[in-house]
């Protein structure tokens, strides 16, 4: 098979969901995978799979909050291979809570991860990628970036964020043979909804207390109902094969409506039909 730019990749939050389920996906491809891991030792690398088109699925130590973690990491793969030719920015988390409860610290906690992550990852990939003249960076969005979720605000602004920078990048960038696309999931079935967080004002004086629970269960069950992190996986895989790949694509046929519904319906009734949904 063809590698249009080249075989190396990075994934970060790459022990599992979505991140596991695209290195398990291109491994079997013949790419070279290194996803990231706080769980690994630093310096270590943890082989999850190997085949016989020399294609693998490693695991290394990344913190993507820790700009010293990210020049390390990166350094450890350039040292190994020569190159990074595809940047997968997954790690990520959530957090529940009405803006109102939210504080300052526990917003920029979110969009350290979820935003600064992103850009430090970024500035250390992207200027390997220019000199080599190709390569390409899929930032994980998701579908609450264009679809506004209620006591998801926090969430819903990092990945909007995350979104405009990427189009930014991707101007920015493409003089110098590299690209960058978005790719929106949506419900999926991983350990997300475990992991999320709720804020420390989300309690049982709130006066959101009561929506923000019904808001929350509706959530979960979505997720547990939603599609498998394959089919995400399955999406960055064929971007990845494009040369002029999309700006942006919704993972899932059902979510690729939902983003085209929310271009037609005016906001007022997109508002209502969400709050109904959620809120």
Do not use: W
């Amino acid at each position: 098979m063809g590698f249009v730019y080249g075989e190396v990749v990075l994934i970060t939050g790459g022990s599992s969901g979505i991140g596991r389920s695209a290195a398990e996906i291109l491994s079997k491809k013949g790419y070279k995978v290194y996803g990231t891991s706080r769980r690994v030792e630093e310096g270590q690398e943890r082989i999850i799979s190997e085949y016989s088109n020399g294609g693998f699925f490693k695991l290394v130590n990344l913190d993507v909050k820790d700009d010293i973690s990210v020049k390390n990491t990166v350094k450890h793969i350039i040292d190994k291979e020569g190159y990074i030719g595809i940047l997968v920015n997954n790690a990520g988390y959530g957090i529940a809570g009405a803006a109102e409860d939210t504080s300052v610290t526990e917003a920029k906690e979110l969009f350290e991860t979820n935003f600064f992550g992103v850009i430090r990852m970024c500035r250390e990939v992207l200027p390997i990628m220019r000199r080599k003249g190709k390569g390409i960076v899929i930032n994980i969005s998701s579908i609450a970036a264009p679809v506004t979720i209620p006591f998801q605000s926090m969430y819903s602004a990092s990945k909007s964020a995350l979104e405009s920078v990427s189009e930014a990048i991707r101007m920015e960038a493409a003089p110098y043979g590299v690209k960058v696309a978005v790719i929106q999931p949506g419900d999926t079935k991983t350990g997300f909804g475990d992991n999320r967080q709720f804020v420390h004002g989300a309690k049982e004086n709130s006066v959101y207390s009561k929506r923000l629970k019904a808001s929350v269960h509706k959530m979960e069950a979505d997720e547990k109902g939603g599609c498998p992190p394959e089919i995400v996986g399955n999406t960055i895989s064929k971007v990845i094969s494009k040369r002029n790949p999309p700006v942006k694509v919704a993972a899932g046929f059902q979510y690729k409506l939902i983003v085209l519904l929310k271009r037609f319906v005016p906001n007022r009734i997109y508002i209502y039909m969400v709050s109904r949904l959620y809120g």
